[in-house]
C-alpha cells in the first residue's frame, strides 16, 4: 500500500483568524498540498502581506487576504462571498479565529464574555451559514472547527473560553447531521496546549489570576494537563486537518480528534 498523499489542487480554503500562530500554519500546509487559500485576521498589514506573498511564492497557489471582523455577520459573510467571488467556489472552510480571557468568574468582564462568545463560537455559525449554499451546489465540502482540549473539559478562570468550545463541538455535530446526505462533511479538531501568541499571553494572565509565576504555570499549570508534558506542533495540527479534508476522511462526520498529548485521556 502507497503513502498516502492529500492532493488539493485546484480546491479553495478559508481559514479565519490565519494571519499568525495556528491558523497561518494550517493555511500554509493546505498550500502546500496544491490549495488557494483565503486568508483573515488582524495583525500589522505589512506583516500579513509578507505572509501571503511567501504562501504564493513557496507554494505556487494563490493567496489572498480578506480583513472581516469576527464580531460582525455582515462582514462575514463578505468574507465568503469574497471567496466564491475570487476563486470561483470554496471547497475547505476551516474556523479557527479565537480569543482568550483568564479570570475567576465573579470578577469575569461581561465585555469579554460576549466578545470570546461572539468570535470563538458565534463565528462559526455565521461562516457555515454563509459557506454552505456554495457547498451544496458542489455537491461537496469540508468544514473543519477548531475546537480545543476545553471543548471537552474545562479549567477554572477560563469560563467564557470552555463555554464556546463546548459549544462549537456542539454546532459541528448539528452541522455533521445536517450535510451527511450532501457530500460536506463537519469535524472539529480539539489542540491542548500550544505554544501560540495566544499561550503566550495566557501564561501571564494565568499567573496572575493564580498568584504564581509564569514558569510555575508553564509546568504545573499548562503542560500538568499534558501527560507528554510537550506543547502539540503546528505540524501536528496541519497533519489531523489535512487528513479530515482528504479523501481518506470522507467517512468521519460529527467527529473531533484530539491533538492534545492525552490530556482528555485522563
Not at 472581516?68 to 475570487?86: F, H, K, P, V
Not at 476545553?150 to 479549567?155: K, Q, T, W
Not at 509565576?213 to 486537518?241: H, I, N
Request: proline share 3%.
Amino acid at each position: 500500500m502507497s503513502a498516502l498523499k492529500t492532493d488539493l489542487s485546484g480546491q479553495v480554503a478559508v481559514v479565519t483568524g490565519s494571519t499568525s500562530g495556528i491558523g497561518a500554519a494550517l493555511a500554509e500546509g493546505l498550500a502546500a498540498c496544491g490549495a488557494n487559500v483565503l486568508l483573515n485576521g488582524l495583525g500589522p498589514q505589512d506583516e500579513i502581506e509578507r505572509l501571503r506573498k511567501r504562501i504564493e511564492t513557496d507554494h505556487g497557489v494563490k493567496a489572498r487576504y480578506h480583513p472581516a471582523n469576527m464580531m460582525e455577520a455582515d462582514e462575514i459573510g463578505g468574507l465568503i462571498r469574497y471567496a466564491e467571488s475570487e476563486f470561483g467556489r470554496l471547497d475547505i472552510l476551516v474556523n479557527n479565529a479565537g480569543i482568550q480571557h483568564v479570570a475567576p468568574i465573579d470578577e469575569f468582564p461581561a465585555g469579554k464574555w460576549e466578545a470570546i462568545l461572539k468570535i470563538n463560537l458565534t463565528s462559526n455559525f455565521h461562516t457555515i451559514r454563509n459557506a454552505l449554499p456554495i457547498m451544496k451546489r458542489q455537491g461537496s465540502g469540508r468544514i473543519v472547527n477548531l475546537a480545543s482540549a476545553h471543548g471537552l473539559v474545562a479549567s477554572p478562570f477560563k469560563s467564557a473560553y470552555v463555554a464556546a468550545k463546548h459549544g462549537v463541538l456542539g454546532l459541528t455535530k448539528t452541522v455533521a447531521l445536517e450535510v451527511a446526505e450532501t457530500g460536506i462533511t463537519a469535524n472539529a479538531i480539539c489542540p491542548g496546549y500550544v505554544k501560540t501568541p495566544l499561550v503566550e499571553n495566557q501564561i501571564a494572565d494565568t499567573a496572575k489570576a493564580r498568584g504564581i509565576s509564569e514558569e510555575e504555570v508553564v509546568r504545573d499549570v499548562m503542560l500538568a494537563a499534558q501527560p507528554t508534558k510537550r506543547f502539540v506542533e503546528y505540524s501536528q495540527l496541519v497533519g489531523a486537518l489535512l487528513f479530515l479534508v482528504s479523501d481518506a476522511g470522507a467517512s468521519c462526520n460529527g467527529m473531533h480528534i484530539s491533538v492534545d498529548g492525552g490530556w482528555t485521556a485522563k
